[in-house]
């Protein structure tokens, strides 16, 4: 029997009560939290919305003891035999239609600035995508580079001037970055200037010369990004690009055109009238006076194109809150325009973080951070006594480290700012992803300890310590966690659960000792300390953490 399949029961027994159908109750069965003083397995049934009648309350006691029951029984079969599938499989998403998401996300500018917003992009963006692909949903990754624009014709002026082709192949984002700083100080430079419009022009009429200098810039940067995404587990399905909707562009304000929804200002660049009265208390700009688009105009043809070619269900941006209102546009926009498809786009935004500074200084360039964590964890490992000899030493410390960032990350509402500390993110105790990955690889080795074969007829009726019962309880709550981080894509709810887990199989893992106990508790209990590693690995990965077996 499903772990899930509580709720069914439960439903099916409400509904011939209620006279209601069980699909409409099965979202208002909620397992209750853990809390320290109760030790029975407790479903709490919100069925006051539902109904108000003075025999739920008994029937809710009676369906509370048939839970409880239940839950003892099969909880950890049914994650142990669902594996990665676990709590996806729940009767709370049987109603969620399977759609085809579009998630736009990380996205950063070539030659500028990989800043932290953009890491937290990456983040966010992968957890959205891992959570839908679980849930059993197409998902689209995309990668929109900022890679066109002004800043190119002063790139290449500034290749010609100070660029080395060896270094653009070997190490192109740190070079790229170097010329154009380089070439902006010297941008005052009238001259400087004037060939940079050159250049820019000769791109956009698509002179081979240009285009193809550019191509290297956008090919080697890309080659490199692929390399260090895949540090952090990260990868797209396509990497777009501003580049691919300068011609789209125009399109686009032909039609804006012919709706009549261009306007003209007197210094000659095209507005949209955005306001509710048409008295243009808002509006946004979308052509500048010379007919050339803008970062509005081309992301106005990219949701088009991927229309076109994707026919998605939705469609998700992910960035930071400044850019709130550039998207709020956006979807407006389109939706003058006549596209219905505008109120299934999304913008995803969260907060700024404050304060992440490498050794190197304030953060330029994605891979410092990863090093950076990677080497600090490295020293942490060396110093803690309980670490193990590790086969390899700097891919557990890159995969924990990561973890730590990940976890300090995700643990607040995305839209909250918060001050970044190394320290606070990577200690070993508290509520940090290394905690995580430490439980994580001690349930491993216990597994390992005891031999992995294949448990049958284990009686779990033997778990009847608080101990355990409280990670049987907190297992059965998984898919309400995952269900409440699908509704508001907000990645703290699945944090926050799997701490709890690891905290309550510390407690566990303390009191209930597999050594020594009888063959019948012994394998009770391995077979808890399996489901428990078996949720918290899924979990983590949700979130884009590979767990560790050994740290
Ligand atoms: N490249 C932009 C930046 O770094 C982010 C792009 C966001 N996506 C979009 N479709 N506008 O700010």
């Known amino acids: 029997m499903a772990a899930c399949s509580f709720r069914r029961t439960i439903a099916s027994q409400l509904s011939k009560v209620l006279d209601l159908p069980p699909e409409n109750l099965i979202k208002s069965i909620s397992a209750v939290p853990v809390s320290k003083n109760r030790h029975v397995a407790d479903f709490q049934l919100s069925i006051a919305s539902v109904t108000e009648g003075s025999s739920s309350d008994c029937l809710a006691q009676d369906l509370n003891l048939q839970a409880q029951k239940l839950a003892e029984r099969t909880v950890l079969q049914q994650v142990l ?38 890491l937290r992009s990456t983040i966010v963006g992968n957890f959205i995508a891992n959570l839908k692909v679980a849930l059993g949903h197409e998902v689209i990754r995309i990668n929109y580079l900022g890679d066109w624009g002004m800043q190119f014709g002063l790139l290449a002026v500034g290749f010609q001037r100070f660029g080395n082709k060896d270094k653009l192949k ?39 010369q240009p285009l193809s200098l550019w191509k290297q810039f956008r090919d080697f940067s890309i080659e490199e990004y692929i390399r260090i995404y895949k540090r952090l587990g990260v990868h797209f399905d396509e990497y777009s690009g501003e580049s691919f909707y300068q011609e789209k562009s125009q399109e686009v304000l032909k039609i804006l055109e012919d709706k009549g929804l261009l306007q003209k200002t007197e210094k000659g660049t095209g507005i949209v009238d955005l306001s509710e009265k ?71 935004s969260f907060g700024l973080v404050q304060g992440m500074k490498t050794r190197r200084g304030e953060v330029i360039f994605l891979e410092d951070v990863l090093n950076e964590v990677r080497s600090r964890m490295l020293q942490n490992m060396a110093s803690a006594k309980t670490t193990k000899e590790i086969e390899d030493p700097m891919e557990t410390a890159e995969k924990v480290g990561l973890a730590a960032l990940i976890v300090q ?90 701490l709890t887990l690891s905290h309550l199989a510390a407690v566990a893992h303390k009191t209930l000792p597999v050594k020594g106990s009888t063959p019948e508790l012994a394998q009770a209990r391995l077979r808890l300390f399996q489901a428990a590693r078996s949720v918290l690995a899924n979990g983590m990965k949700l979130l884009g953490i590979t767990p560790v077996t050994q740290m």
């Open 81 to 118: 035999k669902d594996g990665s599938e676990y709590g996806v499989k729940s009767e709370l998403f049987s109603t969620v239609p399977r759609q085809k998401a579009v998630i736009e996300f990380s996205s950063p500018n070539i030659a500028k600035k990989f800043h932290i917003g953009h």
């Open 170 to 208: 070997s190490s192109p984002l740190q070079h790229l970055f170097e010329v154009y700083v380089q070439i902006n100080k010297a941008a005052e430079d009238e001259n400087t200037k004037k060939l940079a419009k050159d250049f820019f022009r000769k791109l956009e009429e698509h002179d081979e």
């Open 409 to 498: 990350d995700f643990r607040g509402l995305l839209s909250s700012d918060y001050q970044f500390s190394w320290d606070r993110a990577l200690q070993s105790r508290g509520d940090t992803g290394v905690f995580l990955q430490y439980t994580h690889a001690r349930l491993h080795s216990l597994e390992q300890m005891h031999g992995n074969e294949q448990l049958t007829d284990v009686n779990v009726a033997c778990l009847q310590e608080p101990s355990a019962i409280s990670v049987l309880q907190h297992l059965l709550r998984y898919d309400e966690v995952l269900y409440r981080s699908s509704q508001d894509l907000q990645p703290k709810h699945i944090v926050s659960y799997l």
């Open 278 to 348: 048409k008295d243009l208390s808002s509006f946004s700009t979308v052509m500048r006076s010379d007919g050339t688009s803008l970062y509005i105009t081309r992301d106005l043809a990219a949701a088009i194109d991927r229309m076109n070619k994707h026919s998605w269900d939705t469609m998700i941006y992910v960035t930071d809150k400044s850019q709130s209102n550039h998207f709020q546009h956006l979807f407006q926009i389109l939706k003058l325009m006549g596209y219905d498809w505008a109120e299934r786009c999304q913008h995803v």
